[in-house]
């Protein structure tokens, strides 16, 4: 997984993402003092996306998501 420091979604800076590969979701937690916080599961938002095999970041620090099937997803905010 990767930690959120993106500007696009000032919100989730310092958010903790992370992926099950099996069961095509993508989850997040923040860590605030040693306790693991504001557990979320994306998968409702984000849609079933595929096998995910990675994360990275693009050239502007926001989260990318790959998949099996080849493709690359950005996570935005939808305002």
Not at 13 to 32: I, Q
């Amino acid at each position: 997984g990767y930690v959120y420091r993106g500007k696009a979604i000032p919100e989730l800076d310092g958010t903790y993402f992370y992926a099950d590969w099996c069961g095509s979701w993508v989850r997040s937690f923040e860590y605030v003092d040693g306790e693991v916080t504001e557990e979320n599961d994306w998968t409702d938002e984000i849609g079933k996306v595929g096998q995910i095999t990675s994360f990275g970041l693009d050239h502007d620090g926001e989260l990318l998501i790959l998949t099996t099937e080849g493709f690359l997803y950005r996570l935005d905010a939808v305002r």
